[in-house]
């Protein structure tokens, strides 16, 4: 019997029951903009400040990764090891990841709403599903940390509070802020161009804010216009700002500079250089707090074993993943804390891919929802543990792992971040374009509805 606690009701419920109440719920009028409230009493862990998501996109064989069921198909190259009570890791493919294990929680009893790239992209950024009435409103999980940190931004600040790195090949695209500001939105850099224009010679920073100071005499009237008619403009120019504060900060250049060393040992890739970058803006504490850090390539449909597919992914994920991690590890505050103390890192794609045999012909693995493997350390996050169990072949979730008849989905790990930043998950924003008020985790699920709570297991 399915648990009040765990699913409340299927969408269909919902409407039967209470169709008139809540067909009169969409329909309340606008009150001022951003009026939040927080919909119920809960007690967020506050023992991150910061949060590095790793989206694999595509899609990652948790079955020939994170999760793995050896069978006929299985490469002798995977040389699968047995590296502690219940997981069968594949030394060949994340060798220096299994020496990270005692930091990392691996989270093997997720599912996905969507088996569709676009649609379970988006998910994934907004812990929402894709409605396309609201697409364009609804912010992502980066944004709404954005938006909570606003208030905790010291004088010295100047970084943007959301940088999103590679989001290149995303069939979603990369989320703006939605109906917030756009001052909210992320950062976009592409670490596979040059990093230069980051940072600014001494010698033209004189004549660099000479010229941008003479812009700002030509638009004054409409950077002070705060008419609807010019929010365009005011979204542009919070953009322009945060662009003029980040290259104008001495500590910038430092920031993304790669040294030979690291660009080495994180693998010599994209995915190494902006999880180095990743590290660098947590280290710096200069207003940056969450970072979506995309890995592309990962839709294996054919030929998954060979050498520029499941391995190459698998082999640069291992290198700067383990090496963010163990970086952040070994570097402290000045009260001793280390970086991942106060860092949640997560790492997950969309969805996973059908287990089993490779599929005939084409000897690759399709889209797969129902259960696939997100790796996550830091931020209290209690490293060592194992939640959740998948049948034999990883075709389905038999155990959930977190003391809830369901298995963990987006809106779950999203009230997890939410928690662990400080951040009350259950608030919500009345005042939207649509009149539809913007729950910070949606109860609406697209296929039920669900109560919102974070993963509290994770925590020990």
Known sequence: MRSILDTVLTRREAFRIGGVSLGAYWFLPLVEPLKVRAASTVN?????????????????????????????????????????PGVKWPMGLYPKLAKQLDHVTLMRSVEAWDSVH???QYYIQAAHALNPALQKEIPPV??????????RRRRSDTLPPYVAMNVTESQ?????????????????????????????????????????????RFDARLRTDSSAAAKAYRDYNDHYEGAFRLVMDPRTTKLFEIAPEDHTRYGST????????????????????????QQNGWDHHKDIYSQKNHYKHSWELDSALANLIEDLAA???PDGRTLLDETLVLCMGEFGRTPGDLTTGLMGRDHYQYAFTALTAGGGVKGGQLVGKTDETGSKVVDSGWGVKRSIFMEDIAATVYSAMGIDWTKTIQATPSGREFYYIEPFATQQMIASREISVLFG
């Open 44 to 84: 967020p862990r506050g023992t991150a400040r910061f949060c590095i998501f790793v989206m694999l996109d595509g899609g990652q064989s948790h079955v020939d990764a994170w999760d793995l069921k050896e069978g006929k198909w299985t490469p002798q190259d995977f040389d699968v090891r047995e590296v502690k």
């Open 118 to 120: 676009g649609r379970a």
């Open 142 to 151: 980066g944004s709404i940390v954005a938006l909570e940190y606003a208030a």
């Open 172 to 216: 979603a695209g990369l989320l703006t802020s939605g109906f917030l500001p756009a001052a909210y939105s992320p950062f976009h850099i592409d670490t596979s161009v040059s990093l230069s224009s980051y940072k600014i010679e001494d010698g033209a920073r004189k004549e660099f804010e000479r010229r941008w100071e003479l812009l700002k």
């Open 270 to 293: 994209i995915t190494g250089d902006a999880a180095i970058i990743a590290r660098n803006l947590v280290e710096a504490d200069a207003g940056t707090h969450f970072i979506f850090l």
């Open 331 to 333: 570097r402290r505050r």
